[in-house]
């Protein structure tokens, strides 16, 4: 018996697949909120995210005419559609509801905070997806204390693996 997803199995643990991730947003910014958005994409895009390739490490989002945009995310090109391909890093529309667009530009315009893509995945049901949040930026010594928990935390854990 074959599943929707192209016959193909999946784990019972696995809820996605992990495309990209911009893992220095989250050292920049205080993430405060999540979203979830999905992305309109063409297909050749989709089968280069497909083999893995993506990269959201300087991508932001940009809410223009009541609309969200995934801007300078780069999607490489798929060589075998030769001639029928996408450009790399083109504007992508973000398929958000009305009502989370117009959450994301209020918490952007009063509350000085910026929206950040933290991580692009396919979810289970094969779709791609966009990891969004709302996050103000940090200063160098939010950074620092941030780096200083961090290695208290990990020569915690040592000790008490040490120790017993």
């Known amino acids: 018996m074959s ?16 495309l990209a991730e911009n893992r220095k947003a989250r050292y920049d910014y205080a993430v405060e909120d999540t979203v979830e958005a999905g992305m309109l994409l063409v297909g050749t895009e989709v089968k280069a995210l497909r083999l893995g390739q993506a990269n959201i490490a300087e991508s932001y989002v940009a809410v223009e005419n009541n609309e969200a945009w ?6 490489p090109i798929y060589a075998p559609a030769s001639q029928f391909n996408h450009l790399p890093t083109r ?5 958000l509801k009305r009502k989370q667009i117009n959450q994301l530009l209020g918490d952007t315009q009063r ?6 893509a933290l991580k692009m995945y396919f979810n289970e049901k094969g779709i791609a ?20 928990k961090r290695d208290w935390q990990k020569q915690k854990a040592r000790l008490m693996r040490e120790k017993g």
């Open 91 to 95: 504007p992508r529309k973000l398929l």
């Open 111 to 116: 509350k000085g905070r910026t929206i950040v």
């Open 70 to 75: 995934l801007i300078n995310a780069n999607i």
């Open 129 to 148: 997806k966009l990891l969004l949040a709302t996050a103000t930026g940090k200063q160098n010594y939010d950074k620092r204390d941030t780096e200083k």
């Open 3 to 18: 599943s929707k997803a192209g016959g193909r199995k999946k784990k019972a643990g696995s809820t996605d697949t992990t």
